[in-house]
């Protein structure tokens, strides 16, 4: 496998497979390459799960046939060790070369983990998501207003034909969101907000997102890269 690309581009690719310096930090995760793309798929417990899909042409050059690279946090960490932002991945044998032209670092590559991804996945014009998913409750909207005030939870309800998500404790706030309906079934969940927070950090722009009673799954696609998240609900007591 041999790639050029950005290096800001690269990182911030890594860290969004990791859910990077959160509660539900994954490392070391596996990048597994095609002839034709890139691909991040991986869970953190039965909480949450990732799949990221990168197309070559993302990439300034890119050579590789089917490799499986596990990417860590030390090597993540190295990428901060003086490269400029061109930067020439390779993996040769056992190891794998980091260069930018002036600066090189080299180590040894770890055996990658046998990790099962527990969903099959199918592409749609909203993004890639969970084969047997429908978005019968679903919009798309700005990943801006879903910067919420701290919290241990939110809540999402869908009920005529409107979006309010809220934080309950002591008192209760909550706020009708702009969003674009593509399935207007009604259904009330709670998520984890740290989780949620980790995984809205990763996005930008605009971003579909699916309800379900076990689930709620933030999808985004653009021409030749897609992030899928699945972050499971929590119990809503009565």
Do not use: C
């Amino acid at each position: 496998m041999k790639l050029q690309t950005k290096l800001s581009d690269f990182e911030k690719l890594v860290k969004a497979g990791m859910i990077y310096k959160s509660k539900a930090y994954i490392s070391p995760t596996n990048l597994q390459f095609s002839k034709d793309s890139l691909t991040i798929a991986d869970t953190y417990s039965d909480i949450m799960a990732v799949y990221i899909t990168v197309k070559k042409d993302f990439f300034t050059k890119y050579e590789a046939e089917s490799e499986v690279i596990p990417f860590t946090t030390d090597l993540l960490d190295k990428l901060s060790w003086g490269f400029s932002d061109t930067l020439t991945i390779e993996t040769k044998k056992d190891k794998i070369y980091l260069t930018d032209g002036k600066t090189n670092y080299s180590t040894d590559l770890e055996e990658h983990l046998e990790k099962q991804f527990p969903f099959k996945m199918k592409e749609t014009e909203h993004g890639i998501i969970p084969e047997k998913i429908e978005p019968e409750s679903a919009v798309t909207l700005t990943v801006d207003q879903l910067k919420f005030p701290n919290a241990d939870s939110y809540f999402f309800e869908i009920s005529k034909n409107k979006l309010i998500a809220s934080i309950k404790g002591v008192g209760e706030w909550k706020t009708q969101l702009d969003a674009k309906f593509i399935g207007k079934k009604d259904i009330l969940i709670a998520v984890d907000a740290d989780f949620f927070n980790a995984i809205t950090n990763n996005l930008s722009d605009e971003v579909t997102l699916i309800f379900r009673e076990t689930a709620v799954i933030l999808a985004q696609k653009t021409d030749n890269l897609t992030k899928t998240y699945l972050l499971a609900t929590q119990n809503i007591e009565e």
